[in-house]
T-cell receptor
């Protein structure tokens, strides 16, 4: 399985600011995803990060709020823009193994917005 | 879309006890995974099990795809088993490009 590194692992942010989360994978992968987990809730898919093109967003998530970059097959970033306390969540990067479809997650980035 | 229901939502066990967690899904699936989220928020892959039975130490899982459910068994539970257990499925209708749909999880607390 791929090793997925995320940073920062946690941060405390002020309302109105933006934060970029980085995801690095130790091998080339085709499919990378970003998930959000609000406190006490399950995981919700934000978007699929597409290499060299715009991300594909799920219903309820927009590019202006969650811009995503994926410049190559091993790296992606998610920015949470103009943060409010409602954005306090764990944000997780994940990759899918091509042959089996098995999904693996990074350690997550726990954001608290004051 | 597909519905994924996990039961029970909460479970408290004494150390050493056994337990069974259930995942029901409303449509046919290509993939089913069980995850353990530890108290620090990290998601750990337990099983990739679209069908059949697998065992890994004290944990085992069975998926009966034709009846649309999966079971996760934890034997001789330990305090380190505490956390939230998620079931996630990849619906058939999405093909290989579909997205995993997560259940709401079972929160397990193992008391010493």
């Amino acid at each position: 399985s791929a090793v997925i590194s995320q940073k920062p692992s946690r941060d405390i942010c002020q309302r109105g600011t933006s934060l970029t989360i980085q995801c690095q994978v130790d091998s080339q992968v085709t499919m990378m995803f970003w998930y959000r987990q609000q406190p006490g809730q399950s995981l919700t898919l934000i978007a699929t990060a597409n290499q060299g093109s715009e991300a594909t967003y799920e219903s309820g998530f927009v590019i202006d709020k969650f811009p995503i970059s994926r410049p190559n097959l091993t790296f992606s970033t998610l920015t949470v823009s103009n943060m409010s306390p409602e954005d306090s969540s764990i944000y997780l990067c994940s990759v899918r193994q091509l042959l089996t479809g098995e999904l693996f997650f990074g350690e997550g980035s726990r954001l608290t917005v004051l | 879309g597909i519905q994924v229901e996990q039961s029970p939502p909460d479970l408290i066990l004494q150390e050493g006890a056994n337990s069974t967690l259930r995942c029901n899904f409303s449509d046919s699936v290509n993939n089913l995974q069980w995850f353990h989220q530890n108290p620090w928020g990290q998601l750990i892959n337990l099983f990739y099990i679209p069908s059949g039975t697998k065992q890994n130490g004290r944990l085992s899982a069975t998926t009966v795809a034709t009846e649309r459910y999966s079971l996760l068994y934890i034997s001789s539970s330990q305090t380190t088993d505490s956390g939230v257990y998620f079931c996630a499925v990849l619906p058939n209708y999405g093909g290989s490009q579909g997205n995993l749909i997560f259940g709401k999880g079972t929160k397990l607390s193992v008391k010493p």
